[in-house]
């Protein structure tokens, strides 16, 4: 194998398991994988997005947190994942009738 190939090797296990810690960060604190998710900014606003591990459309993405716009405050702020769960039955609604700007 020559030195290349390991470096491709290594630079794919380094992305597998950046995208698998991800995974399991949003699944510890939302109990989904991906798709719509609730998120919380860092002002309290609850408000539902997008989220796909590996890929960031519209915010800049920092391990399980992320760096985008809340439609809520009209702010830029971190969000992060919210169990839903935990949350109220008005709070539950209230975020999934507030989504951000749908995928381009």
Do not use: Y
């Amino acid at each position: 194998m020559s030195s290349s190939d390991k470096r491709k090797r290594r630079t794919g296990i380094i992305v597998a398991g950046a995208m698998a810690a991800e995974t399991a960060g949003l699944w510890l604190q939302s109990r989904k994988i991906a798709g719509n998710v609730v998120v919380r900014c860092s002002q309290g606003h609850l408000f539902t997005t997008l989220w796909i591990p590996g890929a960031s459309l519209k915010s800049l993405r920092l391990v399980w947190w992320r760096f985008q716009r809340c439609p809520v405050g009209g702010h830029w702020s971190l969000v992060r994942p919210v169990n839903e769960s935990t949350l109220s039955k008005s709070d539950r609604r209230l975020a999934r009738e507030r989504h951000d700007l749908p995928v381009p």
